[in-house]
């Protein structure tokens, strides 16, 4: 087990690990490997669009080190878990909006401290914006048509002012009749009207063919 470029990410040959918060346990059936007494969570690149990433090229420093994140789109908790393992000091609020999803979110939360759920639409920031207060974190994975304009509103509600952030773009969401590029090129000017720089974007094949992700930061 090797350090990988991102602090706190391990790498094995060509798989991404991260130390487990909550030895013993699994959250979605990865693999689990003991290494001097250390044991580290498989990073699924397949399940996880954030292992995708990173494996696609995302810079060093794209993760940071944030006290306070805010994550849309949480699902059952599958890379928000992999982000509690790798800053454990930080408080991450996740937000979710299907009651099923949440409950599996809930009982999550229930084994790692600093996990925050939220059962909310993240189309209504003002219904959380005070709960999360300033964060310097932004991850967001939804899809939904107007998923930019949904980041844009969420960043201005909550990113902190050098915050920096993570869209996951799902092409296919927001129109099937355009090409991606096109797609692309429309959330790109959306963020920057909205004073959010791109730094990186790749697509996640063969991860994911639909997505693309785009890291950013305040101008
Ligand atoms: C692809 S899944 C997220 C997977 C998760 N990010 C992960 O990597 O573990 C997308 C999730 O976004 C949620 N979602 C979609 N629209 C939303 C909205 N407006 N507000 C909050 N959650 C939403 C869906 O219910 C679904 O659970």
């Known amino acids: 087990m090797k350090p990988a470029p ?26 689990l490997s003991t290494v001097d007494g250390v044991e580290y969570r498989g990073w699924d690149p397949f399940r996880s669009k954030l292992a995708a990433f990173l494996l696609k090229g995302a810079p060093a420093d794209v993760l940071g080190d944030p006290r306070t994140v805010l994550y849309l ?6 890379t928000v878990s992999h982000l509690s393992d790798l800053w454990p000091r930080a408080m991450v609020f996740a937000v979710e909006k299907s009651p099923t999803s949440f409950a599996r979110l809930l009982a999550l939360a229930r084994q790692r401290p600093g996990l925050v759920p939220i059962l ?3 189309q209504l920031p003002e219904r959380y914006q005070a709960d999360v207060g300033s964060a310097e974190f932004l991850y967001q994975d939804i899809a939904q048509r107007n998923q930019a304009g949904i980041f844009v509103e969420n ?17 296919r969401s927001v129109t099937q009749q ?3 590029a096109s797609v692309v090129r429309e959330a790109r000017s959306l963020l920057l009207s909205a004073g959010l720089r791109v ?21």
């Open 6 to 31: 991102w602090e706190r990410v391990y790498r094995d040959g060509r798989d991404l690990f991260t130390v487990n918060r909550n030895p013993g346990a699994r959250v979605y059936g990865e693999t």
């Open 120 to 122: 909310a639409d993240a």
């Open 155 to 171: 960043a201005r509600a909550c990113l902190a002012p050098r915050g920096r952030g993570i869209l996951m773009l799902k092409v």
């Open 73 to 78: 789109g949480a699902a059952h908790g599958t």
């Open 199 to 219: 730094e990186y974007e790749t697509t996640l094949a063969p991860f994911s063919r639909e997505h693309v992700a785009l890291s950013v930061r305040w101008e």
């Open 178 to 180: 355009r090409p991606t």
